[in-house]
């Protein structure tokens, strides 16, 4: 006779766990011994190899150029007129965030520059020439139309020379800073001017130069969502002697426009020009900060020097001679000194920051490199550089040192920081450079993998093979595949589906004036897994930068889908019990933790399906209990 036994329900629970810790050490043996065998054929540093290389000798400096053609129209008084705006001058842009992350977008219509943005405050501002002693009268004027929300505007006007803030006399002691301000609280949809007229008396007695600059900046900031479109902006002047464009281009040693290349705009020392007329009175510093530059004058001959601006000092470089006739625009091509730095950067990166410093014997600043002496100094940076747009820097052609400061993103495991490189060299500033960055990358179907990203990768993917593993172990004696087509898996499936969908996309833009460049974030929450990537760059997998994340993620995540394999095996799953409770309401705490922390950063997310299907396991906890009670 043979005797039939059935295995109790605790010792096939007992067994059950214990094949699934098995499979669990199992897979994370397998992930171990994957990882270093990649490892050890791929670099074990996400540190940055650098070097900088000296390239070709630059070509010796040219004489200026200058050359006249007829006027179409007389000098109107208009010395900017962005309408609309921008129009065609180049304009800083910074954002900062009120609370939290800013949160903006924009777009330029035929009537001016639209712009949504809430938890925001923009700045726009330019430097614009002024001829001061052949002008009677000075306007700054913006229009600004709000659509929707409320806006604080203001305006602001510093008159500057030699790039100091300028102050009245008063009471013999100079008090009163030649700075001019109007603001506006917007609270209904309408337009706006904004409107300043600078007391030109204030300027003479404050310096004798007959050409001095205006620190132009339209500032808008608003807590609530707001709609505005900047339409005009516009300096005028009234003149008591007849004045003629005079149009600048400073030439690069490689005989392009030294603006040809947009980041020059962020260059940190400005080209100027030391300019005096042919009558000898008090120079002039001219500031050149875009390209093809125009100032006013009226007729005559004017002398110079070319030079750069760096720190506090002026690097005198070349001379140059141009005539100003009645009725005529003179055009002007002013050679500077400069070396093209070439940036051969492998592999390309969604984002690198870069700052350059310059020593030179004759700087007036004193540094100090990490242990090494005090030095002399001049110093200029560029920030936020969207390196897949860029191939080549213009630095000042000077003999001394050159650091170069390299900021990447350093992934390892789900540590996000970053990693400050400084390379110094001695440049003799008669060659062009060539800055050789190798990141401790490789290339895998179009992702960008280090060790750590590679470690973190083969572990989640071991872990989810543990679990079908340990299913496909179960089959016979636990009927795992009738368990799985049953109704009652339905909330399975769907946590199971949000591991291997995104829960959100963020994109981070930068701008605008300069080249627009985006970074976009995809985040698969479950496996702690940050994608990023933009147009030009490899895709990214990083971890999660607050380590906190991962303490949630695996507490409200995974501690429940493991909780859901053990109790799929029953047959009443909608039991009021611990483990059911955890196993079914746990992706909804994460859903909702998600929100929160999300919230509580500002992070302008779009959720994706993986939030939805999280959502929906005790959805379909509840759904799937009432189906089985009334059918």
């Known amino acids: 006779m043979i005797q039939m036994t059935n295995r109790s329900p605790e010792r096939m629970n007992t067994r059950f766990r214990r094949e699934l810790i098995q499979s669990v050490l199992a897979a994370l043996i397998l992930a171990i011994v994957v990882s270093s065998a990649i490892i050890a054929f791929v670099p074990m540093s996400t540190i940055p190899q650098t070097r900088i290389i000296e390239g070709q000798q630059i070509n010796d400096q040219q004489d200026a150029v200058s050359y006249l053609e007829d006027l179409e129209m007389p000098f109107d008084g208009m010395l900017l007129n962005a309408t609309p705006f921008p129009g065609d001058r180049k304009w800083d842009f910074e954002v900062y965030s009120i609370g939290g992350v800013a949160q903006y977008s924009y777009t330029e219509r035929e009537t001016g520059l639209k712009i949504d943005f809430e938890d925001t405050e923009m700045v726009f501002s330019t430097d614009v020439n002024i001829p001061l002693h052949n002008i009677t009268k000075l306007t700054f004027e913006a229009d600004v139309e709000v659509l929707q929300g409320t806006t604080n505007l203001s305006m602001y006007i510093g008159i500057e020379r030699w790039k100091d803030l300028l102050s009245v006399p008063f009471n013999n002691t100079f008090a009163n800073h030649t700075r001019y301000t109007v603001y506006y609280s917007t609270c209904t949809p309408e337009m706006y001017t904004m409107q300043v007229d600078v007391p030109l008396w204030m300027i003479n007695n404050a310096t004798d130069d ?8 339209i500032r808008l900031d608003s807590v609530l969502y707001s709609s505005i479109i900047i339409k005009s902006v516009q300096i005028t002047a009234e003149y008591d002697i007849d004045l003629y464009p005079v149009t600048i281009d400073m030439k690069a040693s490689d005989g392009n426009s030294l603006y040809s290349n947009p980041y020059s705009k962020e260059l940190g020392p400005t080209p100027y020009l030391r300019l005096t007329n042919s009558m000898k009175e ?6 050149i900060p875009v390209g093809n530059e125009t100032i006013y004058l009226p007729e005559g001959e004017y002398e110079g020097v070319i030079g750069w601006h760096v720190s506090f000092d002026f690097w005198e470089e070349s001379s140059i001679l141009f005539l100003v006739e009645s009725g005529k625009k003179t055009i002007v091509h002013a050679p500077i000194g400069t070396l093209k730095l070439q940036i051969d950067l492998n592999p390309r990166v969604p984002h690198l920051q870069m700052s350059v410093l310059l020593f030179n014997e004759n700087s007036t600043v004193k540094y100090k490199f990490q242990d090494g002496p005090w030095i002399s100094f001049s ?31 350093d992934q390892i495991m789900f540590i996000s920081s970053e990693t400050d490189i400084d390379i110094q060299q001695d440049i003799s500033g008669s060659n062009d450079l060539i800055l050789d960055i190798d990141l401790a990358y490789f290339e895998f179907l179009g ?36 368990q799985l087509k049953n109704v009652k898996s ?21 701008g605008p004036f300069i080249d627009m460049y985006e970074i976009n974030y995809l985040g698969f929450v479950p496996l702690l897994l940050l994608v990023s990537w933009n147009e030009g760059s490899l895709i990214f997998p990083t971890g999660f930068p607050q380590n906190f994340v991962s303490v949630i993620v695996i507490a409200l995540f995974w501690v429940p889908f493991l909780a859901m394999l053990y109790i799929l095996r029953e047959d009443n799953i909608w039991q009021v019990r611990i483990p059911n409770l955890v196993a079914m309401l746990g992706p909804l705490a994460m859903a909702g933790s998600f929100l929160i922390v999300a919230n509580l950063l500002d992070v302008p997310l779009i959720l994706l399906p993986g939030v939805y299907l999280a959502i929906l396991v005790p959805v379909s906890w509840i759904l799937t209990y009432a189906l089985k009670k009334y059918t």
Not at 210 to 217: L, N, S
């Open 282 to 287: 008090n120079y002039s510093r001219i500031y």
């Open 490 to 510: 339905i909330p399975f499936w769907l946590s199971l589906g949000s591991i291997f969908v995104p829960w959100f996309i963020v994109n981070m833009q930068s």
């Open 210 to 217: 007959w050409m001095v600059q205006a620190d132009f900046r």
């Open 447 to 482: 992702f960008a993998l280090s060790p750590g990203e590679t470690i973190v990768i083969t572990v989640a993917v071991s872990l989810i093979f543990a679990a079908i593993i340990t299913l496909w172990k179960n089959t016979e004696n636990q009927k795992w595949i009738s």
């Open 379 to 409: 110093y200029y940076r560029f920030w936020s550089i969207a390196v897949h747009e860029i191939d080549y820097l213009y630095i000042p052609a000077i003999m001394g040192s050159l650091i170069l400061g390299i900021y990447v993103m």
